[in-house]
C-alpha cells in the first residue's frame, strides 16, 4: 500500500487546490470558447489533466480510508480517462467542449459547499432533520437526533440493548450534493430551451434527493440495530475494521447503498434524457472515451440528434 500512497501523499494534501484549479481551468476554457476555440481546447486539455490527478490523489482515501471499492476504482480509473478526454479534445473531438462545460458547472455548484461551513452545516442539518422525521414516521423514535462535536445537528444515536451506543454521522457526502451537481452540470451545459432544462431539473433533483433520504435511512437502521452482521470475521480482516460492529455500515453503505446508487443515477439519467435527448451527446461521449467505440444512442431511443459536431445546440 504504501509504495502506491506514499508518492501522492503530498498532492493528497493538496486536494483542495487540486480541485479548485481543475474547475478554474474548465471555467476559464468556457470562457475562452466564446472568443478563441483553440486556445480554450488546450486550456481544457490542461484542466482535464489536472482533473484527473485531482480523482488520483483521493484514491487512497477512498480506497484505504473510507474502504470504499466502487470509488476506490473509480478514482482510480478517472486519471486515464481524463487524459484521453485531453487527448481527444487535441484530436478534435469537439463535442467533448459540451462535457467540459458540464464539469465547470458541477464544479461551480459543488465546491463552494465544501468552503462555506454555514451553508455545509445547513444542507447537513436539514438532510438530519428531514431522515429523522422519516424515521419518526416509521416508528423509529428510539434513534434520536443530536449534536455533533462541531455543535451541529447531524448525528443519530441509537443505545443497543446489548452493544451500547452506535452513532451514524450525516456528512456532506451524504446529502446526495454529488449527484444533484452532476445532474445540475450536466443540464446546464446543454444548448436547450430553458422550458426543457427547467422540466430535466424538477424531475432530477427531486427524485435523488428523495432516493438520498432513503439511504440515509437505511444506513442509519441497519448500522444502528446491527442488521447486517454477516462474515464478521472475513470482512473486518479484508476492510482492516477494529470494531466488528462496523460490518454492518460497511455492507448497508459500501456494497448495497452505493451499488444501488449507481443503478438509480442510470434510470434518473435515462429519465431525463427522454426529457433533454441533449444530454445523450455527453453519454455518446462517455463511452467512447471508456470503450473506445462510437455509440448513436439518439437513434437508439429515437431522439433527433440535437447537438452539432461543435458542442453547440441549434
Not at 439518439?298 to 440528434?305: I, M, T, Y
Request: with cysteine; charged share 15%.
Amino acid at each position: 500500500m504504501s509504495l502506491l500512497t506514499d508518492p501522492l501523499a503530498w498532492l493528497a494534501a493538496q486536494s483542495d487546490t487540486l480541485a479548485w484549479l481543475s474547475i478554474a481551468l474548465f471555467a476559464g476554457s468556457v470562457l475562452l470558447d466564446w472568443y478563441d476555440r483553440d486556445l480554450a481546447r488546450y486550456v481544457a486539455a490542461i484542466a482535464w489533466g489536472v482533473f484527473g490527478v485531482f480523482w488520483l490523489v483521493l484514491f487512497p482515501h477512498f480506497a484505504f480510508e473510507q474502504r470504499s471499492a466502487i470509488e476506490g476504482l473509480l478514482s482510480l480509473a478517472a486519471l486515464p480517462a481524463s487524459l484521453y478526454a485531453a487527448y481527444l479534445l487535441l484530436q478534435g473531438r469537439e463535442t467533448l467542449f459540451l462535457l467540459t462545460r458540464a464539469v465547470a458547472i458541477m464544479g461551480v455548484v459543488y465546491l463552494p459547499f465544501t468552503m462555506y461551513a454555514p451553508g455545509k452545516e445547513l444542507l447537513i442539518e436539514t438532510v438530519a432533520a428531514q431522515g429523522h422525521f422519516v424515521l419518526d414516521l416509521l416508528g423509529q423514535d428510539q434513534i434520536r437526533l443530536i449534536e455533533r462535536d462541531n455543535g451541529f445537528m447531524g448525528q443519530y444515536y441509537y443505545m443497543h440493548p446489548e452493544k451500547g451506543p452506535f452513532r451514524t454521522s450525516v456528512l456532506l457526502a451524504c446529502t446526495g450534493l454529488g449527484s444533484m451537481a452532476i445532474f445540475s452540470g450536466l443540464i446546464g451545459a446543454v444548448r436547450a430551451p430553458l422550458r426543457r432544462k427547467l422540466k430535466a431539473l424538477a424531475i432530477a433533483i427531486p427524485v435523488i434527493w428523495t432516493l438520498n433520504l432513503a439511504r440515509v435511512v437505511f444506513i442509519t437502521m441497519a448500522f444502528s440495530y446491527q442488521w447486517l452482521q454477516v462474515g464478521v470475521g472475513p470482512i473486518s480482516s479484508l476492510v482492516g475494521y477494529e470494531n466488528p460492529n462496523m460490518v454492518s455500515y460497511f455492507i448497508s453503505d459500501r456494497i448495497i447503498a452505493q451499488s444501488l446508487s449507481v443503478v438509480a443515477l442510470v434510470g434518473i439519467a435515462w429519465a431525463v434524457a427522454r426529457v433533454l435527448p441533449e444530454l445523450l451527446t455527453v453519454a455518446e461521449d462517455v463511452m467512447y472515451i471508456v470503450t473506445g467505440d462510437e455509440y448513436d444512442l439518439h437513434d437508439a431511443v429515437g431522439a433527433e440528434k440535437t447537438v452539432r459536431a461543435d458542442g453547440d445546440g441549434r
